[in-house]
T-cell receptor, first 115, second 111 residues
């Protein structure tokens, strides 16, 4: 069966520090991968998605970046965190193909607090 | 008009009650619809897809009204374990991989 791992679960970082969140998927190949952010009282916001190695699409301009160095690995990074980057970050995957690519399976999330 | 709109609640209902949530969407070309469940400080999990003819999964019934652009979720015989936030999700299917999530409706089932 497919599983998705995301870490760390919680993170407290000072403003201006770098960020690296990692996500890996097991039990499937060539998945679509996503990074979402959920701020308090707001809906999930898509930050990045990837359909393959090295292919990253950004949905929201910001000081974050994403990379996909391997088929089942997705990394979210920042060189300098802002207070507004605080939130609940979720990695997700979906299969490719009609009827499946819109069903998302989420990792357990990272609660990021920027102080 | 917001793309996907839900009543945030909270809906406080006693055990055994029936409760219904509605969700409206603005894009008439939307193709697929879903309900996700999210527990506090946890990841969202797919609860059920919503089909044009309506569909049922145990105590849960989902319905779609394309003409009025809304979907609904009905929970019968509420359990304490149903307490969560229910997210309405719409997929445009326009070659985009983006799903639009509602902000969720919070349900608290009370003993």
């Amino acid at each position: 069966s497919q599983t998705i791992h995301q870490w760390p679960a919680t993170l407290v970082q000072p403003v201006g520090s770098p960020l690296s969140l990692e996500c890996t998927v097991e039990g499937t190949s060539n998945p679509n991968l996503y990074w979402y952010r959920q701020a308090a009282g707001r809906g999930l916001q898509l930050l990045f998605y990837s359909v393959g190695i090295g292919q990253i699409s950004s949905e929201v301009p910001q000081n974050l970046s994403a990379s996909r160095p391997q088929d089942r690995q997705f990394i979210l990074s920042s060189k300098k965190l802002l207070l507004s980057d605080s939130g609940f970050y979720l990695c997700a995957w979906s299969s490719k193909g009609q009827g499946t690519n819109e069903k998302l399976f989420f990792g357990s999330g990272t609660q990021l607090s920027v102080l | 008009r917001k793309e996907v709109e839900q009543d945030p609640g909270p809906f406080n209902v006693p055990e055994g009650a029936t409760v219904a949530f509605n969700c409206t969407y603005s894009n008439s070309a939307s193709q697929s619809f879903f309900w996700y469940r999210q527990d506090c400080r946890k990841e969202p999990k797919l609860l059920m897809s919503v089909y044009s003819s309506g569909n049922e999964d145990g105590r849960f019934t989902a319905q779609l009204n394309r003409a009025s652009q809304y979907i609904s979720l009905l929970i019968r015989d509420s359990k304490l374990s149903d307490s969560a936030t229910y997210l309405c999700v719409v997929y445009s299917g326009a070659g985009s991989y983006q799903l639009t999530f509602g902000k969720g409706t919070k349900l608290s089932v009370i003993p």
